[in-house]
């Protein structure tokens, strides 16, 4: 089936590293495991259902409304439309999910990892099919330990089939988000789609497979960084797994008829071991390990629950909290409102209010100049002298637009644009809808008026029908003087 760590002791073979065994989360059932049920379906609807999701965005214009389109060089969120040249935006949105996850550690430990991370929605997803074909993790065990047959090459091949087959839908939908869905899912389906979208398919696919199906926990282990520095984001007031020591110890098995009297709760049942996705025993303290999913605290509720104890004895609490109970209060004093929750909260108005400003008020036209280098200006027979430019006017609407551009800085400017007017000084171009202008400019200055090797000349771009100038600066060669 699959090799991972687990819960059971790794024999010592006298090497450097410890044996790696396998690991089979048992079921629970409980608060947690049922929001991340809730999680999973709303986290892969998400994924298998959002490249669907249309959005009218006139004649002309893709109506998918998440899509990332590769050959027009663009990219769609419902309303708002990324040019290539705006690509800050996407550092702007990854600063702003970094600052987010560090504002849920601060709130409630590594509820990103152990509810929303795509490696623990896909993982749980992989054992659910373990365990409604093969069953829950005693038959699990025994199929491992079982030698190879006709029943274990049947579960194994089924097991691994659906696997393939929910790791291939991973793949396939991620394509889907590069062209349209409709059109794409039926060429990926009819055998007529690029070799580069099944690569995409095959690439995403097989990291699905491996990961989830065989790394499962030896990913939030080994190869993620957060479990490395999740600590320096946690205090005593952050939600985390805590085990009740001054409740459940000493611990031990519970013989039939025995009380609770000069004894602790926990009956080392190991429920809460069993029940751990990453193998850790959360009653040995908090650990690296850990992902915050609060299985371990269903498995343990459930066993209090079967001998009338008070719940929680395993619980999604803070430290403040423990502490207090165990002092003999009642608990409830955790502070959400304090100096990192503010200070996060606060960083991620500033960054999503400039990103909301900035598209609120960015503009629907760039310009760019590049000045002629060979050479560098040419001396007229009437006296003049005269630098050859490339203007790009980028218009970022569906609309065809004209602008008036004049050209400023040094006296008596001409200049006129190739295969167009000419003018003293201003002249009017046309841009076609989300196209690039290309203009080639001859700009002459009467070389009186040209004082040097480099002076500055400005272009002022401005659309007639909505009156914005955008202003650049570029130079103006001339000879020495």
Known sequence: MNQHPSQAKPKKSGGLYAETVIIHPRAVKGLYRNLKWWLMVLTLGFWHLAPFLRWDRGPGAPDQAILADLNGGRGYFFFIEIWPQEVYYLTGLLLFAAIT?????????????????????????????????????????????????????????????????????????????????FQTLKEILTGQASLGTYSAIIVVGGFCYLLAGFAREQVCLYMCPYSRFQSSMLDEHSLIINYETWRGEPRGAIRKGQGFDGRGHCIDCRACVQACPTGIDIREGLQMACIGCGLCADACNTVMAKYGLPPNLISYDSITNVTAREKGGRGGITRLVRTRTVLYSLLLLVIGGAIALSLGTRRTTEANILHERTPLYVAQSDGSIRNGYTYKVLNMIRQDRSYRLKIAGLDGIRFSVVGGASGVGETELQVSGDEVGTFRLYVDVPEANVKGKKSAIFFELTELSEGRTLRSESIFAGPEK
Request: hydrophobic share 55%; glycine share 6%.
């Open 101 to 181: 996850l560090f504002f849920m550690s601060a709130l409630a430990g590594r509820v990103w990892c152990g509810f929303l991370c795509w490696q623990t929605v896909y993982t749980d997803l992989f054992v659910l099919v373990e365990r409604v074909v093969v069953g829950d993790r005693p038959a699990r065990m025994n199929l491992v330990r079982r030698p190879w047959d006709l029943h274990k090459i049947a579960k194994t091949a089924i097991v691994h089939t659906l696997w393939l087959l929910i790791s291939a839908a991973c793949g396939i939908s991620f394509t889907l988000f590069f062209g349209d869905a």
